[in-house]
């Protein structure tokens, strides 16, 4: 049977009907999830709606993080279990060493110590090879956070995970982006308070306005002896 290349829009719907229901069902990452073991598995979060893009939220086993993948990098199939490696056969027994009995009454001829074998000239001249430099690991990938002011006090937030955009822009309370600047450093949090106190003003301005004309259309309502 042909291996899965990606959930289809079946498997999209059946994972979305399972989330509804209160599970959590599994997935495995496919070979064309980026920064992803192939087969690795994740426990599924969300389906966002509309299905565009990245639009599937998981959170990878042994991880913390959520993040988003497409359809083509998700699969239901579970890997088969990988095979342990075969256990090399015993070395054979040494054979049984023999001693040589020497007679006593016979004297024993001196033995001449063999002269050692020259070593061929290419065994001599080969240089040592370099030792193995171990295999760097993977870097933890850079994460951009983005608060961007959408105007009249409002504001959005956005994450990029390397080149990947793992959250979309999202509205954020204007007091939630006060109290977290305050936890940065001074500088931002007297940016960031200098645009709200601007925001203020212009809906402060705004409410006198529309004060202003509240009085004046029930002046003239008055007038017209209501």
């Known amino acids: 049977m042909a291996k899965k290349s990606g959930l289809s829009a079946e498997d999209v719907g059946s994972l979305r009907s399972q989330l509804d229901e209160g599970a959590q069902p599994m997935v495995w990452f496919t070979a064309a999830a980026v920064g ?32 988003s993948f497409s359809p083509a990098e998700l699969t239901l199939e579970k890997p088969p ?4 490696p075969a ?48 295999a760097a690991k993977n870097s933890v990938p850079e994460v951009t956070v983005t608060l961007v002011t959408a105007g009249e006090g409002e504001w959005v937030v956005e994450v990029m995970q390397g080149t990947r955009k793992t959250v979309r822009p999202t509205p954020v309370a204007p007091a939630a982006v006060a109290q977290a600047a305050k936890l940065l ?42």
């Not at 074998?117 to 370099?130: N, V």
């Not at 009085?215 to 017209?224: D, G, I, N, P, V």
């Open 36 to 67: 992803m073991e192939e087969g690795r598995s994740a426990k599924l979060l969300a389906v966002t709606d509309p299905p565009e893009g990245d639009f599937i939220q998981v959170r990878p086993t042994g991880s913390k993080d959520e993040m």
């Open 81 to 84: 279990p990988r095979k342990k």
């Open 87 to 134: 256990t090399p056969p015993p070395p054979p027994p040494e054979p049984p060493r023999t001693t040589e009995v020497i007679h006593p009454y016979v004297p024993e001829a001196p033995v001449k110590p063999a002269a050692p074998k020259p070593k061929p000239a290419a065994e001599q001249a080969a240089p040592a090879k370099p030792a193995r430099k171990p």
């Open 185 to 226: 450093t001074p500088e931002v949090a007297e940016i960031v308070e200098g645009v709200l106190n601007a925001a203020r003003a212009q809906q402060l301005a705004r409410v006198e306005q529309l004060r202003a004309e509240l009085e004046a259309a029930q002046k003239a309502l008055e007038e017209l002896g209501a």
